[in-house]
């Protein structure tokens, strides 16, 4: 059994930055791509990113592109997310989840988040001034 947990979660400001951990532990060695996603009040949950372990292949949503970026530590077993110029409508509960090599070869998986088996408990993050 693989679990997640994250942390980094907040208050901040738009125009802020904080930084999402993901520690991943227990049958870690079969799970080699991250992906987080976040879910606001009343709405479904999104795939926001997602990295490969292996080769540190990564994937975007387009609404975060440019302001987010992913990252992994191997000897950690951690990845990351680092998000910047944050606005309001980033405000939601991010979670990660780990899934099998083929899973941020593209957006098919990251776009499917019922297809992700193993999460971590999620962590909020709200925008405002």
């Known amino acids: 059994q693989v679990q997640l947990v994250e942390s980094g979660g907040g208050l901040e400001q738009p125009g802020g930055s904080l930084r999402l951990s993901c520690a991943v532990s227990g049958l870690a060695s079969n799970y080699h791509v991250i992906g987080w996603f976040r879910q606001a009040p009343g709405r479904e949950r999104e795939g926001v990113s997602c990295?490969?372990?292996?080769?540190?292949?990564?994937y975007y949503s387009d609404v975060v592109k440019s302001r987010f970026a992913i990252s992994r530590d191997k000897t950690k077993n951690t990845a990351y997310l680092q998000m910047n110029s944050l606005k309001p409508e980033d405000t939601a509960v991010y979670y990660c989840?780990?899934?099998?090599?083929?899973?941020?070869?593209?957006?098919?998986?990251?776009?499917?988040?019922?297809?992700?088996?193993?999460w971590g408990q999620g962590t909020q993050v709200t925008v405002s001034s």
């Open positions: 989840a780990a899934g099998p090599i083929y899973y941020c070869s593209d957006s098919y998986y990251i776009s499917r988040s019922k297809t992700w088996r193993s």
């Open positions: 990295i490969r372990f292996t080769d540190e292949n990564t």
